[in-house]
Each structure stands twice: as structure tokens, then as C-alpha cells.
């Protein structure tokens, strides 16, 4: 039986195939500070050099809604508590940085994947 961490793992991996095959470089995978975790994290060479914190969102179905719609306040202000200290940990901070969505939908087909850059920003 599928698992939603199946489900989740396999949208990661879409995911990050994905943005690899655009020209990203995946840097690093489910970096957690304290409760928290942000999904990917990428260098964007195209966009100036910017890091990219990516969370991803995957559904095998829509009878839940669209999966951005899950992206609520809350967790958009815990992605950016990680990735400030991601940004403080690795030294990067005061580098270019941004918050993108990938949402990948699970078919019987090929998984459908949609990029939202700049879904949000740091407050």
C-alpha cells in the first residue's frame, strides 16, 4: 500500500529531476532547522545566481484541492525561519534568495508538474 511519505518521496524526486533538467542545481534535500524542513534547496544560475528554496507539493488525486492551495500563512513563515537559517549556517546571508512551488500530480500517466517562482516572499 502507498504511503503519503511514498506519495511525498516520489514528488521530490519529480520535483528535483525537474528543476535539474531546467538548469538548477539541487544543493540540498529536506534541510530541517528545529521542527521545520524545506523541501529542496537550489542554485538558480539563470535568475542572477539566487538560492532557491523550493517546497514541493504532491497529491496522487485532486479530491483534496489543488496541492498549492496547502501552502497556508503558517507554513509559509516556517519555510522562512528555515531558510534564514540556512542562509545563517551556510553563511549565504545577504545573498539573493527566493521561495518557489513546485506541485507535482500523481497520474496514471506522466506526473503533471507545475513551477510557481517567486510564490512568496520573506517578510
Known amino acids: 500500500m502507498t504511503t503519503t511519505n511514498d506519495i511525498g518521496d ?3 524526486d519529480v ?11 539541487v544543493l540540498e534535500r529536506n534541510y530541517h532547522f528545529e521542527r521545520n524542513e524545506v523541501d529542496l534547496v537550489c542554485f538558480d544560475p539563470d535568475a542572477g545566481g ?12 485532486l479530491e483534496f484541492g489543488a ?14 525561519k528555515v531558510a ?3 542562509l545563517h549556517e551556510r553563511q549565504f546571508e545577504g545573498a539573493p534568495a527566493r521561495f518557489d512551488v513546485v506541485t507535482v500530480l500523481l497520474t496514471d500517466a506522466d506526473p503533471e508538474v507545475s513551477h510557481y517562482e517567486n510564490a512568496f516572499w520573506m517578510a
Open 50 to 61: 539566487e538560492l532557491v528554496f523550493v517546497e514541493v507539493k504532491t497529491r496522487s488525486g
Open 10 to 12: 516520489r514528488g521530490e
Open 67 to 80: 496541492p498549492e492551495a496547502s501552502i497556508t500563512d503558517e507554513k509559509q513563515e516556517a519555510l522562512i
Open 15 to 25: 520535483a528535483a529531476a525537474y528543476l535539474e533538467e531546467t538548469g538548477y542545481r
Open 84 to 86: 534564514q537559517a540556512y
